[in-house]
Nanobody, 124 residues
Framework: QLQASGGGLVQAGGSLRLSCAAS????????LAWFRQATGKEREFVAG????????FYADSVKGRFTISRDNAKSTLYLQMNSLQPEDTAVYYC???????????????????WGQGTLVTVSS
């Protein structure tokens, strides 16, 4: 129901735009987020966005470089990633859920629906 795309290989300092298309149900009322998981590490929160796009949240490590957005009419979530660094290398997952309270926004277990992930590799 969530299909992530847009990953690839990019040099440090470059940009990528990830997309996550939803199907099978409407996610317009859901909180959406991006998480990432590097090899050997736990899945970590990257960015989240509320249903009306009025509230956006970012991990400190990506603030100022990444921008999360959504188009409810197209049922699509985006992550614009600029100034990419080798430490951004990971599999990026999109996720969705209803009723995510603020204190759980960065917790993977708070989300019910997950995409399959798209690999982002940043070379130095």
């Amino acid at each position: 129901q969530l299909q992530a795309s847009g990953g690839g290989l990019v040099q440090a300092g470059g940009s990528l735009r990830l997309s996550c298309a939803a199907s099978g149900r409407t996610f317009s009322g859901y909180t959406l987020a991006w998480f990432r998981q590097a090899t050997g590490k736990e899945r970590e929160f990257v960015a989240g966005i509320r249903s009306t796009s009025s509230n956006k949240f970012y991990a400190d490590s990506v603030k100022g470089r990444f921008t999360i957005s959504r188009d409810n009419a197209k049922s699509t979530l985006y992550l614009q990633m600029n100034s990419l660094q080798p430490e951004d290398t990971a599999v990026y997952y999109c996720t969705a859920s209803l009723g995510v309270i603020l204190s759980n926004l960065r917790v993977p277990s708070a989300y019910n629906y997950w995409g399959q992930g798209t690999l982002v590799t940043v070379s130095s």
